[in-house]
């Protein structure tokens, strides 16, 4: 049985326009006109128990709002959601109790208070034994290194800090659904590692069912077998993140290394050139046709160094949002 | 669907969520001390503006309308402290909460917001009463004032009853008009506020007694909640009502309770329907 089940969600938001400038204001005033905006627009998916899913997209594909529609915040313009077996909307509390949202632009910790204030309010809240709270707090604690910083206003901690206190604040009930949106978001390199290697053996060693949503393509890369991406509303691609290149990638990058100057001319009988800058040079070349390409450049080029590589994730995700066809 | 049910819970859970929601307004209040002064300072000039204006009013005439000196002077001290006691600021923090999307934070939890409001409301008006206690003391060794104590135990004890149900309807209304930021988020909800602040301040008799208003206007008056909030409890105490119109006047508080308390589950829940938690 999946954990998560979404069968043709829609959420429309009704947003009044207004025209710039005092004229529109006052305008507006009077008569408001009103525009639906289609921030999820019919999405299907289902998530089976354990799974790790990323969930990427542009800025305003509906990725937030699908979040708070699974969590209750939002009520669905139409469409089915089954969360454990609930219906999201009806906020039960013992669907709450095994749930919990992370939003990394939202904070549910005090500001005025220490985090420690807020996970003892959580405990109550969440109806959470001593004894399993002192456990899970100290094993979170030690895994985050934040041992010190507990009982400090949260408003003088670092954002990197913050951010731990904040999957603490939402992990002490141990939830089996998790939804993080943009975890990571403003960390350093190597705290966004800490936080992911966190989230994935939070993952293995709670068999917790995971939705992530990032715009750090890294974060979904190592952390995702399966993505979902949607853009403008719209569900454009579930499955693995290998299938993905599959899918899409339809050219090879080929980096060289030229040892001496050339006619850059001639390269674009070859390929086409995306960059030139003596002596490198990269060119994309179609996926079937990349080993001929790479023959003749070795035959008719003076080349020092050559490389047949897959694009990047970032660059093939982006090119599946700028308009190529994707169905 | 959700409402004010408590029922839910074990009475000893219940306790302890309650005791460490009231600390959380502790320690809230104390971090922002200096809302909870200005907060003070306002009902301290509120009641220094009535107060001496009626001393003032006193000085020519013994006797206006059914108020003599002392009667008058007690009104308008019962004014303070029920303002202390039914009045809050807590609950304008909903509106804030809606505005600005915090109420998420809430809404995800397993608790009723409004048992948060609760928790969060009680505590406030533990401390705002602990402090209201020492500021008596200063007025009444400053000022000296006149002050009338009912003896009849049946008045203090209706008295009480009807203050409680102030306190729940004050909640209520307030409530309404925090919820209104769903539909009215402009400067999180503050001009509707300001509106029921200003005018609550009057209707709820915070200036004067409303039954030294032309009957008629009096009358009108006596329906609404707001003239139960603070006037009605101290014409109790006051010994001003007959046994007749104390009961009346009970039951009219009574239905405003739960009329109130079904408009406000209704608002909420309308109100989450259209809420967008802020952001796409």
Not at chain 1, 20 to 29: A, D, F, M
Not at chain 1, 71 to 77: A, D, F, H, R, V
Not at chain 2, 190 to 219: A, H, K
């Amino acid at each position: 049985m999946s954990i998560i089940e979404v069968k043709n969600l829609k959420k429309y938001y009704q947003v009044h326009k207004k025209e710039p400038g005092l004229i529109g204001s006052i305008k507006s005033l009077f008569k408001r006109e009103y525009e639906d905006v289609k921030a999820v627009n019919n999405v299907s998916f289902s998530i089976e128990e354990g799974e790790l899913v990323g969930f990427i997209g542009p800025n305003g594909a509906g990725k937030t709002t699908t979040l708070k529609c699974l969590s209750g915040l939002l009520y669905p313009t139409s469409g089915k959601l089954e969360v454990l077996g609930y219906n999201p909307w009806d906020r039960k509390h013992e669907f709450l109790k095994q749930i919990s949202l992370v939003m990394g632009q939202k904070n549910q910790l005090w500001w005025d208070l220490p985090a420690m204030e807020t996970f003892i309010l959580n405990k109550e809240i969440y109806e959470v034994p001593q004894e399993k709270f002192d456990h899970v707090l100290n094993n979170l604690v030690d895994l985050l290194e934040v041992k010190d910083v507990l009982n400090i206003q949260v408003r003088k901690l670092s954002l990197g800090q913050r951010m731990k206190c904040e999957l603490i604040a939402a992990l002490l009930h141990s939830p089996k659904v998790l939804f993080l949106d943009e975890p990571t978001i403003g960390l350093d390199v190597v705290m966004q590692k800490k936080m992911r290697d966190f989230i994935k053996s939070y993952n293995q060693k709670y068999k917790a069912t995971i939705i992530l949503t990032s715009h750090y393509m890294d974060d979904v890369s190592q952390l995702c077998e399966r993505v979902i991406i949607i853009d403008k509303g719209k569900l454009i691609f579930d499955g693995s993140l290998r299938e993905i290149v599959e899918k899409y990638a339809d050219h090879k990058i080929i980096r060289v290394v030229f040892s001496k100057a050339i006619d850059a001319k001639k390269l674009e009988k070859i390929a086409l050139v995306k960059e030139y800058n003596y002596p490198s040079a990269v060119l994309t070349v179609k996926r079937e046709a990349s080993n001929v390409a790479a023959a003749e450049l070795l035959k008719n080029f003076p080349i020092a160094d050559l490389n047949i590589e897959e694009p990047l994730i970032e660059d093939i995700i982006a090119e599946v949002f700028t308009g190529k066809d994707v169905s | 669907m959700k409402t004010l049910s408590l029922k839910s819970l074990p009475a000893k859970m219940l306790a302890k969520k309650y005791l460490q929601i009231v600390k959380i307004s502790w320690t809230n209040t104390l971090v922002y001390r200096l809302s909870f002064i200005l907060w003070r300072l306002e009902s301290i000039i509120l009641f220094l503006g009535t107060y001496l204006f009626w001393l003032a009013v006193y000085h020519n005439s013994a006797q206006i309308s059914s108020y003599n000196k002392t009667t008058m002077l007690t009104y308008i001290i019962g004014i303070l402290i029920l303002r202390n006691l039914v009045f809050s600021s807590r609950i304008n923090q909903a509106a804030e909460d809606i505005a600005s999307g915090g109420l998420n934070k809430y809404l995800v939890k397993p608790m009723e917001y409004f048992h948060w409001l609760i928790g969060i409301d009680l505590g406030d008006k533990i401390a705002q009463l602990f402090f209201l206690f020492f500021e008596l003391i200063a007025i009444f060794l400053i000022f000296k004032p006149p002050f009338f104590i009912q003896t009849n135990i049946a008045y203090l004890i209706y008295f009480l009853i009807s203050s409680s149900f102030s306190i729940l309807i004050y909640f209520y209304l307030s409530l309404i008009i925090s919820l209104t930021t769903f539909w009215y988020p402009e400067h999180n909800g503050w001009p509707q506020r300001f509106l029921f602040d200003t005018m609550i301040i009057f209707l709820s008799g915070g200036w004067f007694p409303l039954d030294i208003l032309p009957l008629p206007i009096y009358r009108f008056l006596s329906l609404l909640p707001s003239t139960y909030l603070r006037f009605f409890p101290l014409k109790i105490y006051l010994g001003q009502l007959e046994l007749k119109e104390i009961i009346k006047g009970l039951i009219l508080m009574f239905l405003w309770i739960i009329i109130l308390r079904r408009l406000t589950n209704f608002i909420w829940q309308k109100g989450l329907k259209t809420f967008t938690a802020v952001g796409i």
